[in-house]
């Protein structure tokens, strides 16, 4: 069963307007859980027309983000994050934790890590099935 998150994505762009860069700022993991790794993008969670979805595990947890472009106010922003994704194959994940260790409150703390692009579930069980 994987945790479902709530988080912000931030899309920093270069004088071209392109996608340079992509945030998942995460909230909800726990402070001692390690890094994230396995990450997966897929670009249609559900089927079609479903919202895109970035999976990793973090500390034998699975942790799930949904990104709902319909909602949103740019919805063509689905479409660059895949562009995104493809071309470069890695995600940078921030977070807040809180330091138990240390008495200065929540600490910002960010990975960037490979992710695995697939165009929807079905096609990453297959690619998987074959693999192993």
Do not use: H
Request: with cysteine; proline share 4%.
């Amino acid at each position: 069963m994987s945790i479902v998150l709530d988080g912000t994505v931030g899309i920093q762009r270069d004088q071209n307007g392109e996608v340079a860069n992509v945030v998942w700022f995460l909230y909800g993991l726990p402070w001692d859980s390690g890094e994230p790794k396995n990450a997966v993008f897929l670009n249609e969670s559900f089927g079609a027309n479903s919202p895109q979805m970035i999976a990793f595990e973090m500390a034998d947890e699975e942790y799930v983000i949904y990104a709902d472009w319909d909602s949103a106010a740019d919805p063509a922003q689905a479409k660059e994050l895949k562009g995104f994704y493809k071309r470069y194959g890695y995600i940078l994940i921030s977070c807040l934790r809180e330091d138990v260790n240390i008495d200065q409150g929540l600490m910002r703390k960010e990975w960037i890590t490979p992710v695995k692009y697939y165009e929807d579930y079905v096609t990453m069980v297959n690619e998987m099935a074959n693999v192993g």
